[in-house]
């Protein structure tokens, strides 16, 4: 079953006012509708309304983070309900560099999951081996110890509404990408994981690989059985680039 692609842009902690303005402008003008894909951008919290103002209608809006708690006195967090109120429809949850450099742990990224679905804000939730631990042979069990606490949580039907992203630490912003064949082993593993708890899920979720994913391998990972898309930073910031990426979930 061919499923629709999601590609997102994760563009972290990059830009300003005037650049993303003008990315936004310029990601825009170059999709169609012949894409067959849903297309989200993830500016900084700060830029989210700038980028909204700026992007057509092919574009969807997404934000890197969210908060595990509803509301209240939490200051300098930003939460799920906000990020609807001013046009997100995704969120990541779970990206590497939040679990390895701000020490979120599955139980929280399982919370601010849940947060996410309860406000209708869909969760990108990303999952990924570091390089030791694929030396160790430990991928997929590295995989599932983080999967595992978001459906304990919030049940194998949440992920109805969600994205999922594996993306390998070690392909992570280093130009070193997996393999087509080395990504679909492991969607395939997760994919068979849910099967075991719910067959049709397993059939519609979007597995997306990122880590490195450039407009020349973009097709080649993008044609893999198991494998719906893409989650692209350092490309996601170079308007063409990124829209020869979308184009490649044409296949
Ligand atoms: P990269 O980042 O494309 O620059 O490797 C991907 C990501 O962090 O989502």
């Not at 574009?59 to 200051?75: I, R």
């Not at 070193?176 to 969607?187: E, I, K, N």
């Not at 973009?218 to 692209?232: E, R, S």
Request: net charge negative; charged share 25%; proline share 3%.
């Amino acid at each position: 079953m061919k499923r629709r692609a999601f590609i997102g842009g994760n563009w972290k902690m990059n830009g300003s006012s005037q650049t993303l303005l003008e990315l936004t402008r310029e990601i825009s003008a170059q999709l169609n509708d012949a894409i067959e894909a849903d297309i989200a951008v993830f500016p900084s919290y700060v830029y989210l309304e700038t980028v909204r103002s700026a992007m057509g209608n092919l574009l969807k809006l997404g934000a890197q983070n969210v908060s595990e708690h509803e509301k209240g006195a939490y200051t300098g967090e930003i939460s799920a309900g906000m990020l609807v109120d001013i046009g997100c429809q995704y969120v990541l949850v779970g990206h590497s560099e939040r679990r390895h450099l701000y020490h979120e742990t599955p139980a929280l990224v399982a919370e601010k999951f849940e947060r996410a679905l309860a406000n209708n804000l869909k969760p990108v939730l990303c999952v990924g081996e570091t390089k030791e631990e694929r030396e160790k042979g430990r991928t997929e069990s590295v995989i599932l110890a983080q999967l595992q606490p978001v459906i304990d949580k919030t049940g194998i039907d949440s992920l109805r509404r969600a994205v999922l992203a594996y993306e390998p630490v070690w392909a992570i912003g280093t130009g070193l990408s997996a393999t087509p064949l080395q990504a679909q082993s492991v969607h395939q593993f997760i994919r068979r994981q849910i099967a075991e708890l719910d067959q049709s899920i397993a059939e519609t979720l979007r597995i997306v690989y990122g880590g490195s994913v450039k407009p020349d391998n973009a097709k080649d990972l993008f044609a893999q059985a198991d494998i719906d898309g893409g989650l692209v930073g350092g490309a996601s910031l170079k308007a063409k680039d990124f829209a020869a990426i979308c184009s490649s979930a044409l296949v």
